[in-house]
């Protein structure tokens, strides 16, 4: 079966089944791990949430994810940063709400203090709860850029923008945009590039990557071009 789309815009669908999607794509599989040339690591790790990860970029245009969480490693994850968005989302969330409630518990007890003496064990407790605040906010402080499918909102990875230092990461970032690009640079034009897309994002939700309910998002924001 062939559905034509334009003159010149053609998606082969012999070997596909409808609407299960079982794809196949020759050439466009992940190439066996004993042909991977590693081109760059980055490991970031929380120490508060005791969660390594290792993110290891080979053969240009893949990534590798693995996760060790309280000694435990998670499942790898290998991605094909063709289907990746170019420009990732970045999100910063400084909690700027728990240091202000944090310093109204140091000030204000301080303030009253300053103008009605009371015992001093009066101010402990506000100021241990100002000290939890402002650890709260430390600990919960977020800034990272979060890499969504392609053609998608859909979040693959998300990367620490301050670990292990900025330097290491805005490199890291410079180099994946590369892969990226290159990998989408082997993509055919129009509507030719779906049954790939879809296909890599096939196998994504069968290796627990995506849910279920993503991948069908997915397809049809592809099958809706």
Known sequence: MTIAVTQEDVIELDRWSVPDLEMQRDGWSVPPRDSWRIDRRLRQTRVSAKTSTLFTRFNSHYLLIQIN???KDLPEQVLDLTFVQEEPR???????????????????PAALYSVFPAPLPWLIAPLVLAVVFMSLAVRTTRHVFEFRALNSDVVLFTIDARTPSRERV?????????????????????KRRIPLAVAEMRRLAEAGVIGKDDYEQIKRNWFAM
Do not use: H, N, S
């Not at 910063?92 to 709400?97: A, H, I, K, P, V």
């Open 69 to 71: 969480r309280r000694k």
């Open 90 to 108: 970045e999100i910063r969330d400084y909690r700027l709400g728990l240091w202000l409630v944090g310093a109204i518990c140091m000030t204000v």
């Open 170 to 190: 805005d490199l890291f970032l410079t180099e994946l945009r590369e892969g990226i690009l290159r990998g989408q640079r082997q993509l055919p034009e129009g």
